[in-house]
């Protein structure tokens, strides 16, 4: 495992100092000035028109203020302090944000390939281009996990390449999609128009995405490209409950129940599958690790072996996939209380959904803390890992499948 | 033996092994495992739906260990409070060390130390290369740390620091949790919460609040006043607001008004209130009575919701006890797709009576229209328990919203009494006696669609001599009145547990994403030589170190050799 540091040209320019530091501030200013749009701007935040207004003159003038604001500060930010365009925080988190735009643009072609107005109903929504979008998605990540797979039995760094690059068309399909449906909940009724994070359906497509996106990442540092045949798969196991999802019925857009109104949920939703995503991500290190583990007490010389990582290196990615996980599920658990101290009368109330975020809380806080004492090996954490992400798998699944409670609009239905 | 111990000493152990790594990881998982329980058992249920469900020996046992609202037993809260004594022990333990170490960065190193440097590379120049310019390059190369020198022994020592702080990473995210958990305290001590059910036109000052198995109440220093409640829809029939106008009367002046929806509370003199639920608020109804005494008689009766109502002849009582505008049903054959209707208003009642069996109606305002638009008949829910998983669909055959059909059925069971037989032809015959009486001779003048009523009149003939009660209470007229369930909640600790969220959230970034690192420098001139070594450690992240380190020496490899030469 070496640093990936040698890229040349374009990107490498794009990716290097001032460059990358001014888009991060510029993204940076245009989300804040969105956000100020939404809690100060005339007429302010609307449920049922906010993609428009983020859209429309007005978001751009907000967001497009908010973006030349922050380019300027990062400007004078420079001036003072010389050293501050090579911060690392700019470097990790532009990428992503990039990314995002190109989904962006990338929905915004996908808009133009919708049937016509008068071709939409609500009665039968299978005419939507995001459904074929989606539909890609799902063939194009279960390719991937495909070639993983293949990659550990025919270490050949051309099927690693398809695999890692199936990976990422997933990721822009996945994520457009979920963009063009928001634009398609406007097209049956403005009064519907929601953000796409509002089903399981959605969120799933969601989870696969961000999955995928964190588990590249640490593929793109770390070249832990082993670790991928697990990852994937467990992605593919969301992609067929997707399909199943979607063949009961579960995927179409219905409009938003009244508590579920609220600008938190676009918030609390997505930075909860950042941590699920992870979690995902440390259970698929901790497989890695497991397998790894077996091939080498059968004292294997397999050609495997030698391009899994080592069990040193498996066991740090998943602390890294926790580091990345806890820290965004604490926040999202925090961001959840305050919306149920805005919409429900106390930020916390011993729901089914709570206590059981609240377990997950804790099982990875055990495993932290596991980690940190001294009793604790590779193997144990592996299994505490691979338990902790199933646990994690009731807590956004089973809780809404099995228990009553106030989340259970989430309910299969 | 083990030597025995004073009694300060043991508390002293006792104190250490509270604040313990591996107490705090069993602590957690023990909470979590405990918390599972009331997530599967519903929490503050009525207490005869658990002896239903449990039988009286679980019921007794579950209710002694507190399972019915277990967040709030005493050995839970105990678990709670242990966590926090082992958090503070730990706490109290911890951060005069981790404050020192902060502060005081020991520089030399020992060559014994060194060698067991996980991160350690070495270099070995002929000696005449000033100290000073190795020095300056390892500085150069490192932009942003700190330095520290030190000369000893004739060795140079430099050490390198970054990220100097995030031992306060960790004392955050455990002091927050203090201040969380103490922060809840503080609400559920000093706050309420509360429910408020305020009819429209009404107004209110008493919360309700579960306590333990009981319900307790609670006086606000104001009133609240219902304007009115509306729902709003969407296109699809789906709910989309729910809206109370309410009014705040403080010593009998109105100082607020003002809208509240689901997401959007009100606030007033440290009390929110929020828009939790709504029901019936006393709707007035008007039924009509259709005596089943074989006379055809109709009689009516105005009353309300939550009212009983009795005539007085026969000496039968109505309760209403609910009403309902919309009744979506689910219309599909079990295993079907699901199929939603909307089956109009519908009053639900309690009827009894002498030599009756008391029975719980729901009926509804409007006959059952099929699929194919073909009217059924005026139909009712009844339950002879009161359960709502007892209620059975009951068809009277007869469309009650048309008095000709009631009329039309008398007529039919007069003329099947007189004849003679009953036969087929029989029935015919009576049946087309009964169309003269309601409709006349002339048949051009008979509705078209007799012959449907022909058969909604034979299914009410079957149906209606069996029933054994004294009249059929309909619906035929209503004029809602809402009631807006509202959530009042005051809670004095929510701020500090705001401020221990933040101290979690910020505290995590410190804590995963600034790692200490330390590099140190160690130049020792020996045998006409330099030796040089350079040292990396770092308590997180070691994947990331790794690669920086490679980095780093690298870079003061090619520094070096220009010094060199």
Known sequence: MTATTAEDGFTATLYRGRWVFLRFAAYLGAMAGIAAMAKFGVGAYEENAFLYQILSMKGLIWGGTGALAGCGLAIVG???????????????????????????????????????????????????????????????????AVSYIAYLFAPESFIGRIATWSAYAGIYLGGSALLLRWHESYLFDMEIGHAPVSNLYEVFILLCCITAAVYLALEKRYQAKAMGAFVMTLVSAAVFFDVWLASVGQGDIKPLVPALQSYWMKIHVPMNFVGYGSFAVACGAGMAYLFRHRLEAKGGTSKMLKIFPSLDQLDQLAYKAVAIGFPAFTLATI???????????????????????????????????????????????AWWAVAGFLVTVFCFLGVNMYLSGLHSYGRLS | MPRMQTFPDLLKTLWQRVGSMSLA????????????????????????????????????????????????????????????????????????????????????????????????????????????????????????????????????????????????????????????????????????????????????????????????????????????????????????????????????????????????????????????????????VTLKLYHLDGTGAITTAKTQVYETWTDKKSGVSLTLTDFKPYNVENMADPGQPKDFKDLGPAVIYEMRGPGMNPVKIKAFMNPFIGPDGDNRGSFLMVSST????????????????????????????????????????????????????????????????????????????????????????????????????????????????????????????????????????????????????????????????????????????????????
């Open chain 1, 78 to 144: 420079s001036v003072m302090k010389p050293t501050l365009p090579d911060a690392k925080m700019a470097r990790n988190f532009a990428p992503w944000l990039d990314g995002f735009l190109l989904m962006v643009i990338l929905a915004s072609v996908w808009a133009l390939f919708e049937p016509a107005a008068d071709q939409i109903s609500y009665e039968n929504q299978s005419n939507l281009f995001s459904g074929r979008v989606i539909m890609a998605m799902n063939v194009i990540f279960i390719f991937s």
């Open chain 1, 335 to 381: 961001l959840g209380a305050a919306w149920a101290a805005e919409a429900w009368g106390g930020y916390w109330s011993w729901d089914p959904k709570e206590t059981w975020a609240l377990i997950v809380w804790m099982i990875y806080g055990a495993y932290l803390h596991a980690r940190v004492s001294h009793g604790w090996h590779g193997k144990a954490l």
């Open chain 2, 25 to 284: 990881i069993i602590l957690l998982v023990v909470l979590s495992i405990a918390s599972v329980i009331g997530t599967v058992l519903l929490q503050n249920q009525a207490q005869a739906d658990y002896l239903q469900q449990f039988g009286p020996l679980w019921y007794w046992v579950f209710r002694s260990l507190g399972l019915f609202d277990m967040y709030h037993t005493w050995w839970f809260i105990s678990m709670l409070g242990f966590l926090m004594v082992s958090l503070t022990s730990c706490l109290w333990r911890n951060i005069p060390k981790m404050l020192k170490e902060m502060r005081t960065r020991k520089v030399p190193v020992s060559d014994k130390a060194l060698k067991r440097f996980q991160h350690l590379h070495e270099w070995h120049l002929p000696a005449g290369v000033g100290v000073e310019a190795l020095q300056e390059a390892f500085r150069q190369r490192l932009d942003g740390w700190e330095f520290k020198a030190s000369e000893q022994g004739g060795n140079h020592y430099l050490r390198a620091d970054k990220g100097r702080w995030n031992k306060w990473g960790y004392i955050l995210v455990h002091a927050a949790i203090l201040v969380i958990l103490v922060g809840g305290w503080i609400g559920s001590e000093y706050g309420f919460r509360g429910n408020m059910a305020v009819p429209e036109g009404a107004s209110e000052n008493e919360i309700d609040f579960l306590q333990g198995t009981e319900t307790g109440h609670l006086t606000m220093p104001f009133y609240v006043r219902c304007n009115s409640f509306t729902i709003d829809f969407f296109p699809t029939g789906a709910p989309k607001e729910f809206r109370s106008n309410l009014t705040i009367i403080d010593h009998g002046k109105e100082v607020l008004t003002s809208d509240i929806i689901v997401n959007e509370p009100l606030y007033y003199k440290g009390v929110r209130i929020y828009q939790a639920s709504f029901g019936d608020g006393g709707s007035d």
């Open chain 2, 386 to 565: 009161g359960d709502k998983a007892d209620y059975k669909a009951l068809s009277l055959g007869i469309d009650l919203t048309n008095p000709n059909e009631w009329r039309l059925f008398h007529a039919f069971m007069k003329h099947l009494g007189e004849a003679h037989k009953r036969t087929q032809d029989s029935a015919r015959a009576a049946f087309q006696a009964a169309m003269y009486d309601v409709f006349g001779r002339d048949k051009a003048k008979w509705p078209k669609n007799f012959q449907a009523m022909a058969m909604r009149t034979l299914q009410a003939v079957r149906v209606l001599p069996s029933l054994q009660w004294p009249m059929l209470p309909m619906l035929v007229d209503y004029k809602q009145h809402y009631y807006t369930g509202l959530q009042l909640a005051q809670d004095p600790g929510m701020n500090i547990v705001w401020l221990g969220s933040a101290m979690l959230v910020f505290g995590l970034c410190i804590m995963f994403y600034m790692p200490h690192r330390k590099l140190w420098l160690v130049i020792r001139p020996a045998q006409g030589r330099m030796h040089i070594s350079l040292a990396g450690m770092v308590n997180r992240n070691h994947l990331v170190f790794t690669k920086y380190f490679h980095d780093v020496f690298t870079k003061l490899d090619q520094d070096f050799g220009e010094i060199k030469s």
